[in-house]
């Protein structure tokens, strides 16, 4: 179904992005082949050369050839790929066009032109085949991103393709989502559909994958089937910088906080936001403490309330009702900026200067500044001396992530609010970034992470909240419920 032989690809002069190298790769119909490896390593470029994405949108150096769906890639483009290869992105945000469910699944084949009548078929038997009857004529902007995700792929389904090409898909999900997700993915394979998925995340394609293929510096370091990439153990895959094939064997940090008395109070916390005319509460009565050195994971499903968490911890939207009581003192919202720090999913949104080094120092005025020792203990820290003088901008997006984290190291915040922090990074940062949050446990600061990243929330807490609606309806040690939460979460 994929032949793909003696590919090298380099992007443009002073592209972030790395190629291939003289790469070959056969998928067969109806096989389903997970590409894996670290950040950089050329898996998303392997998505592009199948679905023609290279070479007519993405400009370089390109030969060998491609064939897909018994089609040259060189030779009929992206457009004349789209029937026969269906592509799912990260965000699926990126390949929407219409305004509510129904349309956007409709859209892809209203243009290529089919029949009315036919297009309604389509997309009454995409929704049968799918499962996704409740998702039919809603709006796009009040979906999940788990929902989002599953009309990206129906609008793909709905135009018949043989090949499904998949690029992260899971990096923004919760666990439910993910498990959703897997359904879909398990169907297609029942419906003989060929899958090519490049994925960090690799626990919620157990038993779904036909053969792994890994690779490193744009070219094919090991192949496996899948008992074979089974029976490696949890050292052999992380030596490779590969994530966990099982959230169940994984522990949480050892260390045990020092009795310490709570620094952080937060009291009957409530927020709203107006909308459609009506006012929506989207925190309800939220209390907890936090003492100084602990790491606390906040989860729940999309839309429980935890970014609005966030934004009223730091003082970036203003609760309705309650307190926050930092060190005895209450914080209105004016007053937490300097003593809360949030750093965003979308890290872009927060990086202002001309340089990496410059963004470390970035402070309001001079007395803030952070000292040079520390500016550089934190990029050798975070691995980003390396790119002291780079453009923020022209950073990948974990450089990026970890460019954010390193400013909010840089200043003396109290309580820092990490929102997704290793969305889409591969084994290696994402422990690094766990490096990063124990090393502020270390200086006494109270550190929050939003994660739908399990592996994360194993690797750097001990202590985990659950919102609901608005409400915290869970508080647990992590140490002691580990293998509970994740089996109820998963499960």
Known sequence: MVEITNVSFSYGEGDRLQGLRDLSLNIKDGECVLLCGESGCGKTTVTRLINGLIPHFYEGQFSGKVISAGKDTALAGAAGLSQAVGSVFQNPRSQFFNLDTTSEIAFGCENNGLPPGEIRERVDKTVAALGIEALVDRDIFALSGGEKQLVALASVYALGPDIFVLDEPSSNLDAASCRDLAAQLFALKEAGKTIVIAEHRLYY????????????????????????????????????????????????????????????????????????????????????????????????????????????????????????????????????????????????????????????????????????????????????????????????GGQKQRTAIGTAMAHEAAVLVFDEPSSGLDYRNMRRVASVMEELRRQGRIVFIITHDYELLLAACSRVMILEDGRITGDMDLRADSLALVRSLWK
């Open 205 to 396: 394609l157990a038993g779904l994958f036909d053969r792994v293929v890994y690779l490193k510096d744009g070219m094919i370091s090991h192949e496996w089937g899948a008992e074979e990439f089974a029976a490696l153990s949890e050292e052999q895959r992380s030596s490779l910088g590969l994530r966990s094939l099982s959230l169940e064997g994984l522990l949480p940090p050892e260390h045990s906080p020092a009795p310490v008395p709570p620094e952080l109070r937060v009291s009957r916390l409530e927020a709203a936001y107006r909308g459609g005319g009506r006012k929506n509460s989207v925190l309800k009565g939220i209390s907890f403490e936090a003492a100084p050195g602990e790491i606390i994971g906040i989860i729940g499903k999309n839309g429980a309330g935890k970014s609005s968490l966030a934004g009223v911890l730091c003082g970036l939207r203003r609760e309705s009702a309650g307190e926050i009581r930092l060190g005895g003192k209450s914080l209105p919202p004016a007053r937490r900026a300097g003593q809360f720090y949030l750093v965003m999913q979308e890290s872009s949104y927060q990086l202002f200067t001309d340089s990496v080094e410059h963004e470390l120092y970035l402070s309001k005025d001079r007395k803030s500044r952070p000292p040079e020792t520390k500016v550089e203990a934190v990029m050798e820290s975070l691995g980003l001396a390396p790119f002291r003088e780079r453009h923020p901008m022209s950073l990948s």
